[in-house]
């Protein structure tokens, strides 16, 4: 059995394995308390936590899954909507933004309207169920976790995160603060567009993927 001494910097105890933790942690414990903050400073912050857990995931090494079958998950609809939820209400109709068509979707246009809190909210569920499976400390369940929220890094959310940031990107340089912007008439209106749209969310994707091995 290895010492622990034998087993530092290496494997899942990498420096760049564990700054990846500590930006995938970061991350969710931010978003889980926007409510704390301005639109103005939540949008200033999501581009440094975004860029960086960018960043750190680029730095992380490949590996391999040694174990059968996937690792446990952590994150319900509930927890997904309601970072969506949290982001939607302060962004409210700068929530949404046009990208480009991915090559599997059926839309003849160049340009789809997409929604911010959607993006966060995939990539939250991703990166707080890597962080909950990386915590338990079984070496086994630290290395797939690692691999699968990598291998979803490259096929799922990267893409994602770019996007969400490009967006957040346009409102952060042209100073717009969405909460100026509201009227506080339109609360019935604004509540009426507070509803998750989970038909092209990364979550059910995701279980529709896994209902095969069910």
């Known amino acids: 059995m290895n010492d622990q001494s034998d087993i530092q910097g290496k494997g899942v105890y990498a420096p760049d394995v ?3 933790v500590k930006s995938a942690n970061n991350y969710c414990k931010w978003l889980e308390e926007a409510n704390d903050s301005s639109a ?24 391999e899954p040694v174990m059968e079958g996937g690792n446990e998950k952590f994150v319900t609809e509930k927890d997904w909507s309601s970072i969506f939820q949290k982001v939607l209400q302060l962004l409210d109709i700068h929530n949404d933004y046009l990208r480009i068509a991915e090559t599997d979707e059926f839309d ?3 340009l789809v309207p997409h929604k911010i809190s959607e993006d966060l909210a995939d990539i939250y569920q991703d990166l707080k169920d890597f962080t909950l499976q990386y915590r338990q400390g079984i070496e086994e369940v630290m290395n797939d976790a690692l691999w699968e929220v990598m291998d979803n890094f490259e096929n799922y959310w990267s893409e994602k995160l770019l996007n969400a940031l490009s967006a957040l990107n346009k409102l952060y340089i042209k100073k717009i603060d969405p909460q100026s912007e509201l009227d506080p008439d339109d609360d019935d209106d604004t509540q009426g567009k507070q509803v998750p749209g989970y038909d092209n ?14």
């Open 18 to 20: 564990i700054a990846f």
């Open 40 to 63: 103005l400073e939540f949008i200033r912050k999501s581009i440094s936590m975004l860029s960086n857990v960018y960043y750190r995931a680029s730095l992380i090494e490949e590996n």
């Open 108 to 110: 003849r246009s160049d």
């Open 201 to 214: 969310s990364f979550f059910t994707r995701l279980q529709d993927l896994n209902e095969e091995d069910i």
